[in-house]
């Protein structure tokens, strides 16, 4: 059977996120939302993220304003200070755990994602960061995503998808997504394949080269090591 995670970036954008609540609590799904700190500090913002953490769902930190990717500024006080302010903001939204998801302009994975500095400061605080496996671009193509997303959910064993709950038009399909996928006998969980969690709980799961210009201190651990 096929397995699918949910994940929702850059909001938290009321009424959108609202409304997408009111959709995965009418099919008992529960997703992550990775929120960016200066969007959560808008009115109305923090309520809608009380609300998803009240709900079940998991509020991720997707840095402070979702600007420039973390390994591409040259400045090494950007990617901390991009992180630790959101970390504030979010404050006791968070999950035990912390979790963390890099923005890599269009879902590409890369060096991009996480400078040096990021990389030490999220094994330092214990995060664990998430990447994805899915981008179906729904913020471009608000209709076409659905019929994307369900060809890369067929296509693999377990797909983490990346979604927005942002004011595109893209969240009116959602039901329709979430009921496809379950007829064509899709389980919708919470948690996370392995291979999408570089960095659990600050220890390095897998080689950094794939998100970062310069690996974490210390050698990658295998699968499933402590």
Same mark, same amino acid.
């Given at each position: 059977m096929a397995r699918l995670t949910l994940t929702f970036d850059n909001g938290p954008h009321p009424p959108t996120t609202e409304t997408v609540l009111d959709v995965l609590g009418e099919r008992g799904v529960r997703a992550t #939302? #990775?929120?960016v700190g200066d969007r959560l500090m808008r009115p109305g @913002?923090?309520?809608v993220a009380v609300d998803a953490r009240a709900a079940g769902h998991w509020i991720g930190n997707h840095s402070m304003h979702h600007t420039v990717p973390l390994g591409a500024d040259p400045d090494p006080a950007h990617a901390l200070a991009e992180i630790v302010? @959101?970390?504030? %903001?979010?404050?006791?939204?968070a999950c035990a755990t912390p979790l963390f998801r890099p923005f890599g302009g269009g879902g590409v994975l890369g060096h991009h994602l996480l400078s040096a500095g990021a990389v030490a400061?999220?094994? @330092? &605080?214990?995060?664990? $960061? %998430? +990447? =994805?496996?899915? $981008?179906?671009r729904d913020w471009e193509e608000p209709v076409a995503w659905v019929d994307r997303a369900l060809g890369d %959910? &067929? &296509?693999?064993? =377990?797909t983490v998808l990346v979604l927005h709950d942002l004011p595109t038009g893209a969240m009116d399909?959602?039901?329709? #997504?979430?009921?496809? @996928?379950?007829?064509a006998g899709t389980e919708i969980v919470q948690e996370f394949p392995e291979a +999408?969690?570089?960095i659990v709980a600050g220890v390095q799961r897998h080689d950094l080269a794939a998100i970062s210009a310069v690996a974490a201190p210390g050698a990658p651990r295998a699968l499933g090591q402590a």
């Open positions: #939302f #990775f929120v @913002a923090r309520g302010d @959101a970390e504030e %903001v979010i404050g006791d939204l400061h999220l094994m @330092a &605080a214990r995060y664990t $960061v %998430v +990447t =994805w496996t899915s $981008v179906p %959910v &067929a &296509a693999n064993d =377990w399909g959602l039901g329709s #997504f979430l009921d496809r @996928a379950t007829d +999408t969690l570089p």
